[in-house]
């Protein structure tokens, strides 16, 4: 097997992968106990070669692999990339580039939402994977044969997923889409970990301005104990804890032990009392700075009744374009358009709105219709419903 465990291996291997057009990359790694994922093996494969690194090998450095990800020349190969390009920014401050996301690119020629790397193999490749290995401890040294084989055969059958989607996505005129799909993917943004902002992941869960304040002063303050000591958010506080603080605002250590979920003794430590000083933080906070609370939209008259139909028109466009529902809009984005036209969101921007965005604002006003034919869904337009018995 093809493993490489040294800096000059990897040095010419790379020498050899850079006269590539593309090299396919995975990665493996492990984060349940960590915050910041630990980067254990990558394997790469060209036309040519495919191999694995040993990132966990005694003195290796992998500069390397760093500078061909940063290529420009060499189109960088993933499926489902996010978490594989979170690697590599944390371990450089680089994205790899180009990139090329199999997965994003079977959405949009019409292969389904998150359509697996299995499914695609079996697909496009007609061959099953050998998935023994898939839940193996990466980090256990040494690896078997059994191990490496398995990490190298998810870019082998890489190259020829590649081949054919980047023609499909070619032919059907779709290239600019992908490309707005990629910048997202290569933004240093996707990946940053900013605790002021940790609170976002639970906006919808404040009521009141109050509750906001505190609530981004604590998961400010989890944030970064929880990327301090490289461990999972939940090793800290878990969620339903979380909210729990920040609706309740205990300011004593006597009030935090009598929450029902709070840890039991941890209203005496040390992360006790930077519980209470982020409550009280927040509980100063002038409510004139706080962002905006958005009320649940579903809330207002007739918005339940338009994000459903909304999601029929979603619905409808995707099987016509063969392009995933998820990825031309989200339901918070179903939602915003329903109570605003002019929502700032990705379903009214780019290739989404043309495809969808537009059909969607007819919708809202009157200037389309939705039937059935033959048991399948269609639109009607405004000047086919002005015939007779047309929507009698």
């Keep these: 097997m093809s493993l490489i465990t040294t800096t000059s291996e990897l040095a010419q291997a790379c020498q050899r992968l850079a006269r590539s057009s593309f090299v396919t990359v995975d990665t493996e ?12 093996v990558v394997q790469l494969a060209s036309d ?47 994205l790899p580039t180009p990139l090329f996301d199999t997965q994003v690119a079977a959405m949009v020629c019409g292969y389904g939402e998150q359509v697996s790397y299995s499914e695609l193999v079996q697909s496009i490749c007609r061959v099953g994977i050998d998935k023994s290995s898939r ?38 005129g779709r290239q600019s889409w ?21 609170w976002e992941r639970y ?38 804890v979380l909210i729990e603080l920040a609706l309740a605002a205990p300011r004593s250590a006597e009030a935090l032990a009598n929450l029902r979920a709070f840890p039991r003794g941890m209203e005496r430590s040390r992360a006790g009392g930077e519980i209470l000083d982020a409550i009280e933080r ?20 007739n918005v339940g009744a338009t994000v459903e139909l909304l999601k029929v028109l979603l619905r409808q466009v995707s099987e016509d374009s063969g392009v995933a529902g998820k990825l031309i809009a989200t339901v918070d984005d179903l ?18 709105r043309t495809l969808f965005g537009e059909r969607a604002l007819e919708l809202k ?26 929507l009698a």
């Design 203 to 240: 906006k919808g869960k404040a009521r009141k301005p109050r509750d906001l304040a505190v609530l981004m002063e604590l998961a400010a303050w989890r944030e970064s104990e929880a990327q301090a000591r490289d461990v999972p958010r939940a090793r800290i506080l878990k969620d339903d």
């Design 282 to 301: 927040g509980l100063e906070r002038d409510p004139k700075t706080l962002p905006k609370i958005e009320r649940d939209r579903r809330n207002g008259a």
């Design 48 to 94: 040519d070669e495919a191999l694995a690194i040993d990132a966990l090998a005694p003195g290796i450095d992998l500069e390397p692999l760093l500078q061909l990800m940063a290529d420009e020349d060499v189109v960088k190969v993933f499926h489902a990339a996010r978490q594989d390009l979170e690697i590599f920014w944390k371990l450089s401050g680089v």
């Design 29 to 40: 790694f492990l984060r349940e106990s960590t915050f910041w994922p630990v980067l254990c």
């Design 365 to 390: 006003r009157g200037r389309l219709a939705l039937t059935v034919e033959n048991g399948k869904v269609v639109t009607l337009e405004w000047r086919d419903a002005e015939a007779p018995h047309s």
């Design 135 to 172: 839940f193996t401890d990466w980090a256990r040294r040494p690896l078997a044969e059994a191990q490496i084989a398995y990490a190298i055969g998810d870019v082998t059958h890489l190259r020829e997923i590649y081949r054919v989607l980047s023609k499909r996505v070619a032919a059907a």
């Design 335 to 352: 939602e915003a358009i329903a109570h605003n036209d002019k929502a700032d969101v990705p379903a009214l921007a780019g290739w989404r």
């Design 178 to 198: 992908l490309d707005d799909e990629m910048k997202t993917l290569n933004s240093p943004s996707t990946y940053e970990q900013h605790p002021e902002r940790a």
